[in-house]
């Protein structure tokens, strides 16, 4: 069976003061199926980035096949699929191609079509058919679900536990659980590797956290015990020591007797001392060994506005078009307050444009919007690539409180020194975060979240659903995520 070795890896960015990874070693064989899991900005794509050898590093990396990185770069948009895709696989038939496209529902047809014509989902969908006809090649796959509807992400997992010979960068738990035989987890302080799927290891973890923080509790005590201890042992030393102040050796023999009984007391009690400090600082070495890989999720907090109208929002019989090209039709549905509406359809059904009428964008369209008087909305967009420039200067823009938008950063896992940072330089996920914190720092009537869990990690949704939870705003969303849908929504509308 192949391996690919990586052997004491240590990398770091020009110009940062701290290592990315520090003497990493690990074994992966070639034919597992790995997820790849960590908090935004912990260096998932920079990892996938040097297996592919762009960037130099101390250490080894050594792999009997080659690496092949998804998303590939599509040199002409208006080559057809069929040339494009010949790109990746210059050895692969058509047969092949329609049997691997069937498999993840293309049909033939789109071979013919202008790459720049198909939709992001079909885009996903072909690269990784021509990616798995490459012989030789284990696959690095980055984050694939960001442009793939409810049913797309389905069939793309199937299709995926079909096959082997890959890492799989994801944040979406159903998705993972489908298609997944080991978790490799980008943890704070090491890299962790892990048979199983996402919930086997995400239940594994739940219990080693909970039995750290469990022993970090007990061996605070036990520290706060023996510094009491070796105080009250220190002192009754001092108070036996000061007895032997002015001894007179002229004296009774009796008196040395006392004398030679007090110096043993002495010595005792500065033994127990002794002890009490060593056993002190055992206890304070080994607390040092814990919840270094304990992820914090701190609550989340957001101050939704109260409407005196039930009912926030009303749609009838609305459709939408762009031109002569109708994208939905005859939508129908309310939002009342308290409710949290999901918007579920194919790729291109018109949810985006739905949310952008809703909140005042001059869309045309047919039917009846209605939106309550006075209805202030905070909105995340589905496109986060536009952020630049200084975070300062964006929080101002955005008239949020910019303490509070900050506190929610720290919550969400940012470092400090990134407030500092162009925004250029965040990654996919941490501008998505950027986002949703400056709607998290707004109030408003509704929250209008367009795909917000987009290169979201796993540990920031889950605060996210307990916020929604604890807090029930008004929502209206657009969201692939099954889990998180299960976990919040009240209400789900399926477009045509």
């Known amino acids: 069976m192949s391996q690919i070795t990586v052997s004491h890896l240590t990398f770091r960015y020009d110009g940062s003061a701290d290592d990315v990874f520090t003497d990493v070693s690990f074994r992966l064989d070639t034919d597992w199926k790995l997820g790849f899991v960590g908090r935004n900005g912990r260096g998932k794509t920079t990892f996938l980035r040097l297996l592919m050898g762009e960037l130099e590093y101390r250490g080894t990396i050594s792999s009997p096949v080659s690496f092949e990185y998804f998303p590939y770069p599509v040199p002409d948009d208006a080559l057809p699929m069929r040339a494009v895709l010949s790109g990746i696989t210059p050895d692969a038939q058509d047969w092949q191609?329609?049997?691997?496209?069937?498999?993840?529902?293309?049909?033939?047809?789109?071979?013919?079509?202008?790459?720049?014509?198909?939709?992001?989902?079909?885009?996903?969908?072909?690269?990784?058919?021509?990616?798995?006809?490459?012989?030789?090649?284990?696959?690095?796959?980055?984050?694939?679900?960001?442009?793939?509807?409810?049913?797309?992400?389905?069939?793309?997992?199937?299709?995926?536990?079909?096959?082997?010979?890959?890492?799989?960068?994801?944040?979406?738990?159903?998705?993972?659980?489908?298609?997944?035989?080991?978790?490799?987890?980008?943890?704070?302080?090491?890299?962790?590797?892990?048979?199983?799927?996402?919930?086997?290891?995400?239940?594994?973890?739940a219990l080693r956290d909970r039995f750290e923080r469990d022993t970090d509790e007990r061996l605070r005590r036990d520290i706060r015990r023996l510094e009491a201890s070796a105080r009250q042992s220190s002192a009754w030393a001092d108070k036996v020591e000061s007895t032997k102040i002015g001894f007179d050796p002229r004296k009774t023999e009796k008196q040395n007797g006392t004398r030679a009984y007090i110096a043993e007391q002495s010595r005792r009690m500065q033994q127990r001392r002794k002890n009490l400090e060593r056993r002190q600082a055992r206890a304070i070495e080994e607390k040092s060994k814990l919840l270094k890989n304990v992820e914090r999720a701190d609550d989340l907090k957001i101050r939704p506005l109260v409407h005196y109208a039930k009912t926030l929002v009303e749609l009838r019989d609305v459709s939408v078009f762009y031109g002569e090209r109708t994208v939905c039709e005859h939508v129908r549905f309310e939002l009342g307050a308290g409710e949290r509406v999901f918007l579920r359809g194919r790729n291109g059904c018109g949810k985006s444009s739905l949310l952008r009428l809703i909140c005042g964008e001059p869309i045309g369209h047919t039917g009846t919007v209605f939106t309550a008087p006075g209805l202030l909305f905070s909105v995340v967009p589905q496109d986060s690539s536009f952020l630049a420039g200084s975070l300062d200067d964006f929080i101002d823009g955005a008239g949020v409180d910019g303490t509070r938008m900050r506190t929610i950063l720290r919550k969400l896992d940012f470092e400090r020194a990134q407030f500092e940072k162009d925004m250029r330089s965040y990654s996919a996920g941490q501008k998505k975060k950027v986002l949703l914190a400056r709607s998290l720092a707004s109030s408003a009537h509704v929250y209008v979240w367009d795909e917000p869990l987009n290169y979201i990690d796993l540990f920031s949704r889950v605060q996210l659903e307990r916020l929604i939870r604890e807090f029930s705003p008004t929502m209206l969303l657009v969201e692939h995520d099954a889990a998180f849908a299960d976990a919040v929504a009240t209400k789900t509308v399926t477009l045509p």
Not at 115 to 135: H, I, N, V, Y
Request: with cysteine; proline share 4%.
């Open 97 to 205: 191609l329609e049997r691997e496209l069937g498999l993840l529902g293309v049909t033939p047809d789109a071979l013919s079509r202008p790459w720049r014509t198909l939709s992001p989902g079909e885009k996903t969908k072909a690269q990784l058919a021509a990616m798995f006809l490459r012989e030789n090649a284990f696959l690095l796959i980055d984050e694939p679900t960001n442009h793939l509807d409810l049913d797309g992400r389905a069939l793309v997992s199937a299709y995926l536990s079909r096959k082997s010979g890959f890492i799989l960068v994801s944040h979406d738990r159903a998705f993972l659980d489908g298609c997944v035989d080991h978790i490799l987890a980008l943890n704070r302080a090491n890299i962790e590797l892990e048979a199983g799927s996402f919930s086997s290891w995400e239940h594994n973890r």
